[in-house]
């Protein structure tokens, strides 16, 4: 059972939690309210690096929740880069296979990017591409067979839309890990720096937090093994079925975010 009591902040999980696609969750307004309203701390942490804070932020404001900064949102691309600032110095070449955001974000953090074969390319960063072509996958797998560190965002398999769940970026990253016959490096949930990165933004420490995702091998378990108390909300990946046959399981299970709200009231 959850202890509501102790919860000072929130991280949740944005793709199956707030949204799916373009379209907002039901009681999505409801939800920031409550937080709002009871002056509980939150930020957004997803496996998503297509996207870049910014572009959150104005997903967020077309949905009506306005007022969100950049520092409450924080994406597997925040955390690759800082990852690649951290060990490779400015002005690198980096390969990208992934979306804008991710490219954006390295280039704004002082290194120079390519989608192309060149031999100085010292990492291939890679995350979600809706327009993933044979070539992309070649010209990434090419660096990485060179040397090139293979650095993925997440190794999210689907990600969910309207339609359903479609192809996420661990399916990219299980193509080029065949391809390469090398292993990544995984920044995204559920490894332990995107949750500590939350906590830092939250300033706060693991067991005055609360997760609130929709996936239990990523959001729940990663939260789980740093002593984040864990909410698995049922409108995205994990079923309820899944939850029952899990080793590991959430504190609360909840079918939305409007039922989230009822309970914590």
């Given amino acids: 059972m959850i202890d509501f009591g102790r919860i000072a902040g929130v991280i949740m999980d944005m793709d199956g939690v707030l949204w799916r696609g373009d379209q907002a969750l039901p009681d999505l307004g409801a939800w920031f309210d409550f937080l709002r309203t009871r002056g509980l701390r939150y930020v957004m942490a997803t496996n998503n690096s297509r996207l870049a804070p910014v572009d959150y932020i104005e997903k967020l404001a077309r ?19 800082a990852y690649v600032q951290a060990h490779f110095p400015a002005g690198s070449l980096i390969h990208v296979l992934g979306g804008d955001g991710l490219r954006m974000m390295l280039s704004e953090g002082g290194y120079a990017v390519t989608s192309e074969i060149d031999p100085h390319v010292v990492a291939v960063t890679v995350g979600v591409d809706f327009a993933l072509t044979y ?90 093994a740093l002593g984040i108390q864990t909410v698995l909300v049922l ?13 590991g399981q959430p504190d609360g299970v909840y079918a939305g ?6 309970a914590w009231s």
């Fill in 63 to 81: 949905m009506g929740i306005h007022g969100i900064e950049a520092d409450q949102i924080i994406t597997s691309g925040t955390a690759t880069v």
């Fill in 135 to 224: 070539d992309k996958l070649k010209n990434a797998s090419m660096c990485i067979r060179a040397g090139a560190a293979f650095i993925a965002t997440n190794n999210d398999a689907t990600f969910p839309t309207p339609e359903g769940l479609v192809p996420g970026a661990g399916s990219i990253v299980a193509a080029l890990r065949t391809a390469s016959g090398v292993e990544p490096m995984n920044m995204g949930k559920p490894n332990a720096p995107m949750f500590e990165a939350a906590l830092r933004a939250l300033g706060m420490d693991a067991g005055d937090a609360l997760m609130v995702g929709d996936r239990l091998d990523t959001d729940i378990a990663g939260a789980a």
């Fill in 235 to 247: 409108t995205g990946v994990s079923t309820l079925a899944e939850v029952a046959a899990a080793a």
């Fill in 257 to 262: 975010l409007g039922e989230l709200v009822a």
